[in-house]
């Protein structure tokens, strides 16, 4: 994992006016945001980008069936993360009664399945004994879907899933960001009515 991100510049926008702004000066085919520039290559949508870096820094797996598995889980984390995000933005994502329904049916559910999945394949992380993409895009996702009032309480009656997380969480690599970092950061943009602010993780 090491060098997995050599340079990194980050610009936050806070109008479709800057969007524009920001994605005209790259010249990109399909503007829009998040985009990757790597010398003469530029990329936008998400997965491709997570894809892109996971194939160059061997986070994609050993083999063509490990990397359909680390689809299907990255893909599985985005589902559960677009259903917070429509509750959160919602029109009643305001509501910590509406939020708690979510966590206690949909969220339970998912990481229910998920725990099963790391129960059933035994590896020390998601897709193999190292980490892949998938790895990151489930902390991130499960993380979020969690800071809803109860969530991490919900993990004790899983812990596949919540030693999962934890693993990662002690990435040497990732170790400083996460705490440093990524907690620093709201989940949502304004519009939402819940994640516009950031939540200290306890």
């Known amino acids: 994992m090491n060098g997995l991100v050599k340079s990194l510049n980050s610009t ?33 949508q998400s997965k491709a980008i997570l894809y892109y870096l ?32 429509m509750v959160c933005v919602g029109p009643n994502g305001d509501s910590e009664n509406e939020r708690k329904k979510f966590l206690e049916t949909t969220v339970t559910e998912e990481i229910k399945q ?5 129960g ?3 590896s020390k992380f998601a897709v193999g004994d190292t980490p892949t993409v998938a790895d990151f895009q489930l902390f991130d996702y499960i993380d979020c879907c969690c800071s809803i009032d109860g969530g991490r ?3 004790d009656k899983y812990t596949n899933v919540k030693e999962l997380l934890q693993r990662i969480r002690e990435l040497p690599e990732l ?10 950061l709201p989940m949502h943009a304004k519009i939402a ?9 306890k």
């Open 12 to 44: 936050w926008v806070s109008s479709l006016t800057g969007l524009f702004a920001l994605t005209r000066i790259a010249h990109l085919d399909f503007p829009n945001l998040p985009y990757l520039i790597d010398g003469d290559f530029k990329l936008t």
């Open 54 to 85: 996971g194939r160059q820094n061997n986070l994609m797996g050993k083999n063509p069936k490990e990397e359909a598995l680390i689809m299907m889980l990255c893909e599985q984390a985005h589902d559960l993360r677009m259903k917070f995000g």
């Open 114 to 118: 998920l725990n099963a999945y790391l």
């Open 120 to 122: 059933k394949h035994k």
């Open 153 to 155: 309480t919900l993990l």
């Open 175 to 184: 170790k400083d960001y996460i705490v440093k970092s990524h907690a620093q």
């Open 193 to 201: 009515k819940f994640g516009t602010q950031v939540i200290e993780q």
